[in-house]
């Protein structure tokens, strides 16, 4: 596992290809109760959009429908902040990386006291994600 980031867990999969770095990370959250909302393929958004080549860089929206609406009766607001996401994008010599993010960082910008069981348990969710794969 790489050093994680302030705000988010990460893994690097040497080898992994990213389909499959994709598959074990949906098999994955599916596994911790989190679904995929959306899948936006930034490699392909920038070629369209600017011309550009990129590396390979996809972005996955994960839910988990119980914590969100917990979320979303504790603080309207909270939706600014949802779903969660998790990248995978390709790794400096080959292979994938998988980065979740860490929803306890991210509440803390609304000092909701009422959020931080919740982001708590969600970021408990998604390390275990990212340990998984």
């Not at 302030?6 to 959250?29: M, N, S």
């Not at 911790?32 to 929206?61: C, H, N, S, W």
């Not at 309207?76 to 306890?104: D, H, K, M, Y």
Request: aromatic content about 4%.
């Amino acid at each position: 596992m790489k050093t994680d980031v302030p705000y988010g867990y990460t893994r690097e999969l040497p080898g992994v290809a990213q389909d499959e770095a994709i598959r074990r990370t949906t098999e994955a959250l599916k596994t911790e109760g989190f679904g995929v909302l959306t899948r936006i393929d930034v490699q392909a958004t920038m070629k369209e959009k600017l011309g550009v080549d990129e590396k390979p860089y996809v972005i996955l929206g994960a839910c988990n429908p119980p914590l969100a609406h917990r979320a979303l009766a504790a603080e309207p607001g909270v939706g600014l902040f949802l779903p969660c996401n998790v990248t995978v994008f390709a790794r400096e010599g080959g292979g994938s990386v998988v980065q979740a993010i860490r929803p306890q960082a991210m509440m803390e910008a609304l000092k909701n006291p009422a959020l931080d069981p919740i982001a708590k348990e969600a970021d408990e969710r998604l390390r275990r994600v990212i340990e998984r794969i």
